[in-house]
Nanobody, 123 residues
Framework: QVQLQESGGGLVQAGGSLRLSCAAS????????MAWFRQGPGKEREFVGA????????AYADFVKGQFAISRDNAKNTVYLQMNSLKPEDTAVYFC????????????????WGQGTQVTVSA
């Protein structure tokens, strides 16, 4: 069973950038499709994007539009979410998740979750 730990969240001004990390332990990330979700205040958890087992393919939600990029380093057992041009509406708790369905867009398709990291974008 894999354990996931996100880091890198914080407070940033609109237009700024953050890079979130998701470190895995217990099993190697190459066994999993890795995804990022987010949950804003009063909103449901929504899919941001997913990265394939080898990291060669990535799929994003429509709203991303080139603003975010997912990458992974299987040697470091870590997945990243690079977020650029951040807007106040990007304020949310960001979660990484691991699963075996390519490419799942529903939270129910990912059995393993981190605890989340808060991203707050000020206007």
């Amino acid at each position: 069973q894999v354990q996931l730990q996100e880091s890198g969240g914080g407070l940033v001004q609109a237009g700024g950038s953050l890079r979130l990390s998701c470190a895995a332990s217990g099993r190697t990330l190459s066994n999993y499709v890795m995804a990022w979700f987010r949950q804003g205040p009063g909103k449901e958890r929504e899919f941001v994007g997913a990265n394939s087992y080898t990291g060669s393919t990535t799929a994003y939600a429509d709203f991303v539009k080139g603003q975010f990029a997912i990458s992974r380093d299987n040697a470091k057992n870590t997945v990243y979410l690079q977020m650029n041009s951040l807007k106040p509406e990007d304020t949310a708790v960001y979660f990484c998740a691991a699963g075996t369905v390519w490419y799942g867009r529903r939270a129910s398709e990912y059995p393993y979750w981190g605890q989340g990291t808060q991203v707050t974008v000020s206007a």
